[in-house]
């Protein structure tokens, strides 16, 4: 089995393409690959297969195992793979790659001397509605709503960008224990598919800071979806425009709300580290 290790951030990924299906094994391989003692390591594996209705289909295996509807960083990844192997015209920067959350979603390259330097996606319109988040919650919107968790009351903001997100808005989002309140949000019986968890410092309108508890994975270096839903919900709760940068533990993602289609759009790197055989 070949195999391409890529990043986004320092969300890393196992990509493997030429398959035309996902393997049955695939959540007993994720578990094993992506220990990072015992396996290549990672936070998850991307596998990209055909698809009818884009250029590729992406699907992503945690590193426990389970399957995320989509991924941000992911799916920068996954871009800039196609791109680089020649699996779309390169004289061409556009692409589509198929997500089972979150649909078709068309992409931008950014390519300098036929290296790509940046990617730009179109995440779709978020999901605010707290029953398709999905939450037990019947509201049309869920902005600064309590939960308690181990005598700790939290206000979050649910979004859903293909994957479901809480996001809670705290003074100093790089102290927060993620170890502690991370795994106990993500099982909470408010969300029925377990949710991501973000928490953010906004410093101005167009700045905030996220770290993230990933469903599935724990602490990552970055969350593209996360920080889309981070965005998102800083513009319902009044503290950021629609067009800001979130940064996070590897680094910044430029995100904007658009006025205009109501899509998310994010703009970011993705890394190749290298490539091997198994």
Sequence with gaps: MDFTKMHGLGNDFIV??????????????????CDRHFGIGADGMVYLLPS??????????NSDGSEAEQCG?????????????????????????????????????SVTDGRVTAVRVDMGAPVLN???VPT?????RIVSYPVSVDGQEFRFTAVSMGNPHCVIFTEDALQVD???WGPELE????????????????????YADMRVWERGAGPTLACGTGACATLVAGVLNGLMDREATVSLKGGDLLIEWSEADNHVYMTGPAETVF????
Excluded at 52 to 61: C, E, G, T, V, W
Excluded at 85 to 107: C, F, S
Excluded at 136 to 140: K, N, T, Y
């Design 136 to 140: 037990v919650i019947d509201a049309e």
């Design 178 to 180: 993620l170890y502690k």
């Design 130 to 132: 707290g029953l398709e």
């Design 52 to 61: 009818q209705k884009a250029d590729y289909r992406m699907r992503i295996i």
């Design 275 to 278: 490539k091997g055989t198994l």
């Design 16 to 33: 493997l393409a030429g398959h035309d299906e996902l393997p049955r094994d695939a959540s007993e391989l994720a578990v094993r690959l």
């Design 73 to 109: 960083n992911a799916i920068r990844c996954a871009a800039k793979y196609i791109y680089d192997h020649g699996m779309v015209d390169k004289a061409a920067t556009g692409l589509t790659i198929e997500t089972i959350g979150a649909g078709v979603q068309p992409v931008q390259l």
């Design 187 to 206: 099982n909470h019986p408010l969300f029925p598919r377990r949710i991501n968890v973000e928490f953010a410092t906004v410093h101005s309108r167009d």
